[in-house]
Structures are given as C-alpha cells and as structure tokens.
C-alpha cells in the first residue's frame, strides 16, 4: 500500500489554477523527486499535501483521507515539510529551532542528539541565533527541524536553492539515513541532476499537470528536458 | 535637590503601575501584532471585579488576585479564540475595530451595572501607610509593592518566554505564525493562550489599580493611553523596554506634577511625543525588528 496517494488533486490561487489534477504517489521508504521549471506548481503541490494551501481532489496519508485537515493535524500524523526558503524561526537558536519540531512528535529515531549527530557542525553553534548560520546551516536546521518530529514521509522544498554544489552534496548525503530510519522523501528540485541522482522515481511537473513520470534510469535525456520545457 | 530626589522616586514608582498597565499590551502586540484598544478598560473591568469578589467574599483585596487573575485570564483565551482571532494575520484594522466595539460596550456595561460613581478597594493602611528615607523624602509602601510586582511579573514572564516550551511557541509564533504550522501547533489556539497570560497581567494591573486610585466606569481610556506610551517609549516587543518607559512616562508625569499640579498628564504626553519624534523605534526595541 502507498504511504502517500494525491488523486485529481487541483488547488487555485484565487482565480488562478496552480495545479489540475495531479495523480501522485509514494510507497513506504521511497525516494521521489519532483522536478520542474519555475511556476510549474511543485511548491503549491508541497504545500497542498502539508495542509498550508487548500486543495480539492483526494490526499490520503497512511490509508486515511488528509486533504480537510488543518496543517497542525497534519503534521502530527507524520508528515513533514521543509518549506521553500528554510523559513527558519529567527527569535529561536539553533537548538530552539530544532527542539520546536520535536514539541508535538510521535515516538520514533530522531531527538537533538540523533540530529546534531546526522548534523555535526550544527553542534557547536546550537546557542547562536538561527540566522546567524550560512545557508547550508540552515537548510541543516531546516531538515533537522522536520526529522524532529519523526516524520513518516519528509517534503523538501528546494533543498539546493541558493547553495553552493559542494553543500548541496552534504546535505543529500544525509537521505540514506533519514531513509534507514523509516521515513520516505519527496524533493521538489530544479537541480535536474542531483534530482534523479537521489531519487527511485521522478515526477515531472509542467503548468499544474505531471507531464512525465518514471524512473531515473529509464528516462531519457531528451523525453525529460521535453516534459520540462515543454518543448517538442 | 531633595525636591529632584523626591521627583525621580516618585516618578519610577510610577512608572510600577503603568507598567503593570502596559505589560498585557506589549505581550499582545510582541506575539500577534494585535493592538487591544479595549485593554484599558479590561483593567477598569477588573478592578470591579476584585470589587465584586470583595464584597462577596469579605476577602482583602489583594486575596482577590487569586480569583480575579484565573478569570481574566479565561476571558482572554475566549476574546482571542471567540473574536479575535478571525481578525489577527489579515490586517491590524479589525482588530483594532473590534476592540473598540468590547471598549464601548464594557464601559457601558459597567456604567449600567455599577453606575457612574467613584469606587476603591479598601485595603485598609495599605495605600496610606510609607517609608521615610530621610528628609523630606518618602515612599509609599503601596507604590513600591507595585514596582516590584511588576518587575516580578516581568521577570517571571521573561523566564517563562525563554525557557518554557510554550514560550518558545510564543516567540515561533510570532516569528512565523504559518511555519508554527508545521510544528503541530494550532496557531489560533497559542494565539489564545498567549492572550490569556496577556490578560492574567491585565488582571494584576486592575486589582493594584484599584487598590492604589478611585476609579469608575470611564477610566479604561486614559488607562489604554497610559499603557501605550509605555510601551512605545520603551520599544515594540520588549518587556524590560516596558517597564523602562513607563518609568520614563511616571518621571516625566511627577516632573510635571511638580512644576504644576494640573501639568502632570501633559508631560507625560510632551515626553512620549518627544521621543516618538527622537527616537520612533522606541528605547530598547527587539533587537530583530531593529
């Protein structure tokens, strides 16, 4: 059974339609990535499924309906978002920002210890303020946070916004332990190659709809950059 | 320069009470951006209150706290979560437009149930009894009680904010109260329970209020002024900041006093104003907003 199923799923921003019918899925422990170009509505997507846009079509998560729940509930029944730009408390510290993630958890492998372990070097600036870090830092924080509160299924938005190739490495270093620990991933990336190098399958996004799906090694060159740009 | 004395100390002292007054304010607009124009008059309903209790019950007033502090901080959680909170995260218009229609409709309230007359909660030598410190100058026992509830309060709220895990939902809150979201916190609900240790401070302010001064159904207003210019004085967001403006506006008021006794209110409005104009962000803001 899949962990995660979005049928038909649509979502408007006011007048205009972000997303139109998307059909998505995720099995227990996968790796998926979501690539697409600017405005194709993978964001809308994520933040559909986390409950912060509303949504019609069905969502269920764990074998149960989600889409008419608020964010809060959501997050509670393990699912997690590391939203578009970090977004990272800047009242809070490094461990403050990390320990807020863990308040409402369910039982499971990750706490402070376990992330500042997956993390080292956030160990010892976890008294600073959490916008006192690089933006490697953070986007660390940014995923540590979500692990915190032992997500079932981890949303990441844009993970390699903004950084350089050498950071973006570490931080997708970290999947195959999140993974081990019983959580499967969904990436939003517009880094096309780090994209289908972490992932088992691929969902292309193009204006709202999924205009190509599959797995990495399957997929041509060509048949992705046409689902991408729309070209033919 | 005992008369200088004199004024300073009798300005902080205060400058206790206003930010006693100024407390619920500052917390209000630090967590949800939300400016309660009907907060003066939650103090001068209180002050009934303890009023009420009192009579009831035979109590002193200040036993009245354990009764009227849990109230007003029920009455706060169901303004927020009742009212306000459809308001909050839009726009700071309506909420100010809802808390002057509670503002209108608490002060008639009152005056329909207590009517116009004055009224004191008589806590027996308490407000009359003071401490000589040498010539010519002398405090009021009951003005220092206040300072030091109130830094009290203030310490105890700061603690509370920094080292508790619902004070970290406060502070997350009201960095970004949609990613509070993802943490599994109801934003509305921390709203509400943000607005009741608001009004727990309310619920103080009123019981001291009316035990320092008389007081009847109209003076919420000045009360809300007071407050603010507290609070703008000393810097958005930040309680310490409070309660040193509130010293600023005492001082200045007792300056006032003594230069002229029907001067006192004005100087205060002169100080607040010359430092909006000198210094618009306040004192000691929060050092993020700066």
């Known amino acids: 059974m899949n962990l995660l199923e979005a049928s038909g799923l649509t979502a408007f921003y006011g007048d205009f339609q972000a997303l139109y019918g998307i059909d998505f899925a995720v099995a227990p422990g996968e790796v998926v990535a979501i690539i697409g170009a600017n405005g194709a509505g993978k964001s809308t997507f994520l933040r559909g499924l986390a409950g912060l846009v509303r949504t019609a079509g069905g969502i269920r998560f764990d074998g149960a309906a989600i889409d008419h729940l608020p964010a809060h509930v959501i997050a509670r029944r393990g699912l997690a978002l590391v939203p578009e730009g970090r977004r990272l408390f800047p009242s809070l510290s490094v461990e403050e920002n990390l320990a807020i993630g863990g308040d409402r958890a369910g039982a499971g492998p990750w706490s402070l210890d376990v992330v500042l372990e997956l993390f080292p070097m956030l160990h010892e600036r976890r008294r600073a303020p959490a916008t006192a870090l690089s933006g490697g830092q953070q986007q660390m924080v940014a995923i540590g946070r979500a692990l915190m509160s032992n997500p079932r299924l981890l949303l990441c938005d844009e993970l390699s916004l903004g950084l350089a190739p050498t950071v973006v490495k570490d931080i997708y270093a970290v999947f195959p332990r999140i993974r081990a620990n019983g959580a499967a991933i969904v990436v939003v990336e517009q880094d096309i190659g780090q994209a289908l190098g972490a992932a088992d399958r691929v969902y292309c996004f193009q204006e709202g709809r999924v205009s190509l799906s599959g797995h990495p090694r399957e997929l041509g060159r060509e048949q992705i950059s046409q689902a991408y740009f729309g070209l033919h | ?290």
Do not use: K
Not at chain 2, 16 to 23: C, D, N, P, S
Not at chain 2, 90 to 105: H, K, Q, W
Not at chain 2, 170 to 188: C, T, W
Not at chain 2, 249 to 268: E, H, K, N, S, T
């Open chain 2, 1 to 290: 320069m005992i008369n200088l004395v004199d004024t300073l100390l009798q300005g902080s002292l205060l400058g206790g009470r206003y930010a006693l007054m100024a407390l619920g304010l500052s917390l209000a607009f630090g967590i949800m951006r939300l400016v309660n124009i009907a907060h003066g008059d939650f103090i001068v309903l209180a002050a009934y209150l303890a009023l009420v209790t009192v009579q009831a019950l035979g109590l002193h007033p200040l036993a009245a706290l354990l009764i009227v502090v849990p109230i007003l901080a029920l009455l706060g959680y169901a303004v927020q979560r009742g009212l306000l909170n459809r308001a909050v995260a839009r726009d700071i218009m309506p909420a100010l437009l809802i808390t002057f229609g509670l503002s209108v409709i608490i002060q008639n309230g009152l005056l329909e149930v207590f009517s116009a007359d004055s009224r004191r909660l008589q806590a027996g030598n308490l407000s009359s009894i003071g401490l000589s410190l040498g010539e010519g100058v002398s405090i009021g026992w009951f003005p220092l009680m206040t300072l030091l509830i109130a830094a009290l309060v203030i310490a105890g709220l700061e603690q509370f904010l920094r080292r508790t895990r619902l004070g970290r939902a406060f502070r997350a809150v009201s960095d970004d109260p949609e990613i509070v979201q993802l943490m599994g916190y109801d934003p509305h609900h921390i709203y509400a329970l943000a607005m009741a240790v608001a009004f727990a401070t309310v619920g103080i302010a009123g019981v001291l209020f009316g035990i320092g001064t008389i007081f009847d159904p109209a003076l919420g207003p000045p009360q809300l002024l007071f407050a603010f210019e507290a609070v703008i004085i000393g810097g958005l967001g930040s309680l310490w900041g409070t309660l040193a403006g509130a010293m600023v506006l005492g001082v200045a008021q007792a300056i006032g006093f003594r230069v002229d006794p029907g001067w006192g209110i004005l100087f205060g409005h002169v100080a607040f104003l010359v430092i909006l104009a000198v210094r618009p962000q306040g004192l000691f803001p929060r050092t993020r907003d700066a």
